[in-house]
């Protein structure tokens, strides 16, 4: 399966805790994004990075919330202190980063985190 | 801030018959995207059609995109029971900014 992949597909937490899911993207693919889908809505924009850095940060990237892609390939999301409020699905997507018009984002399955 | 709005919300229909969603959005776009969401689970790429294209068919599909007006339409010809999903539209660029989706139900 050549897709972009998320690990883990669940997780459950208590409140407070530190989390840490992991997107893994096409490979070739430059671009790497990460939104935040609760119940009933669109995805929401929380980041995306050319390669390894980190070109922008939604507002809704809170201080606890923190991503790294470290060689350009793999990215991490960490969420610190979880809260009730983050409970969501968390999807990954990655594009080639090529042409504006044309760039199409795939996305993961997607990691649904539920705090308690 | 969600910049498309998808209409209707919800839509339930027969398995054979048309299926038409609309997609309303805010700014100017290089391009704008059809996906699907099955239940609970991740996006599937549909369609993209370009700000300088009118129409554009991909199988059973047909997008439809008026820049004059900002709005898009996806049409599902045909449609079958597993169709039935949520399908979401989203505007271009670096993020997509998505709508809060049409929920389609096909009954068989």
């Known amino acids: 399966d050549t897709g972009v992949s998320q690990n883990p597909r669940h997780k459950i937490t208590k409140r407070g805790q530190n989390v840490t899911f992991r997107c893994d993207p096409i490979s070739e693919h430059n671009r790497l994004y990460w939104y935040r889908q609760t119940l009933g809505q669109g995805p929401e924009f929380l980041t995306y990075?050319?390669?390894?850095?980190?070109?922008?940060k939604s507002r809704l990237l809170s201080d606890r919330f923190s991503a790294e892609r470290p060689k350009g390939s793999f990215s991490t999301l960490e969420i610190q202190r979880t809260e009730q409020g983050d409970s969501a699905m968390y999807l990954c997507?990655?594009?080639?980063?090529?042409?504006?018009?044309?760039?199409?984002?795939?996305f993961g399955p997607g990691t649904r985190l539920t705090v308690l | 801030s969600q910049q498309g709005e998808e209409d209707p919300q919800a839509l339930s229909i027969q398995e054979g018959e048309n299926a038409t969603m609309n997609c309303s959005y805010k700014t100017s776009i290089n391009n704008l995207q059809w996906y699907r969401q099955n239940s609970g689970r991740g996006l599937v790429h549909l369609i993209l059609i370009r700000s300088n294209e009118r129409e554009k068919h991909s199988g059973r599909l047909r997008v439809t995109l008026d820049t004059s007006k900002k709005s898009s339409s996806l049409l599902i010809t045909a449609s079958r029971a597993a169709d039935t999903a949520s399908y979401f539209c989203?505007?271009?660029?670096?993020?997509?900014?998505f709508g809060q989706g049409t929920e389609l139900s096909v009954k068989p």
């Open positions: 989203a505007t271009d660029g670096r993020k997509l900014i």
């Open positions: 990075f050319q390669n390894e850095a980190q070109l922008e």
């Open positions: 997507a990655s594009s080639l980063g090529n042409f504006v018009s044309t760039d199409t984002q795939y």
